[in-house]
C-alpha cells in the first residue's frame, strides 16, 4: 500500500515562510512526477508547483520567485519552500505524485494524494 504523508503546515504571519514535506511510503517502485496543489475555501484545488524526476521544475504564476519545490528521490520525499507568505496563499496543502509499484505482478503506475495540511497565512 502506497501512502503520501505532507508535513509542515502551520499558522504564520504576512511575510514569513513555511517549508511542507510529502514522504511517500510502502512498496514503491519508481516515483515520476511530484507535485504540490492546493485548495481554499470555497475554490477548486490548483497547481502550486510540480517536480519531475530528472528535476524540472513548474510553477503557478501566483507562487513564482516565492516558493521553491525539490525532492529527495532517497527518501521518497518532496518539499516546498514557500517565503514571503501572503494572506491569499491560505488553503489546504495537498501532495501529488506518480508512482509506479507492482500490484499482484503487474506494473501499474498510479497517482496518489496525501491527506492535506493545512496553511494559514495571517494579515
Known amino acids: 500500500q502506497v501512502q503520501l504523508v505532507e508535513s509542515g503546515g502551520d499558522l504564520v504571519q504576512a511575510g514569513g515562510s513555511l517549508r511542507l514535506s510529502c514522504a511517500a511510503s510502502?512498496?514503491?517502485?519508481?516515483?515520476?512526477?511530484m507535485g504540490w496543489y492546493r485548495q481554499a475555501p470555497g475554490k477548486q484545488r490548483e497547481l502550486v508547483a510540480t517536480?519531475?524526476?530528472?528535476?524540472?521544475?513548474n510553477y503557478a504564476d501566483s507562487v513564482k520567485g516565492r516558493f521553491s519545490i525539490s525532492r529527495d528521490n532517497a527518501k521518497n520525499t518532496v518539499y516546498l519552500q514557500m517565503n514571503s507568505l501572503k494572506p491569499e496563499d491560505t488553503a489546504v496543502y495537498y501532495c501529488n505524485a506518480d508512482i509506479g509499484a507492482y500490484y499482484s505482478g503487474s506494473y501499474k503506475t498510479r497517482t496518489y494524494w496525501g491527506q492535506g495540511t493545512q496553511v494559514t497565512v495571517s494579515s
Open positions: 517536480i519531475t524526476s530528472s528535476f524540472s521544475t
Open positions: 510502502g512498496s514503491i517502485f519508481r516515483i515520476n512526477a
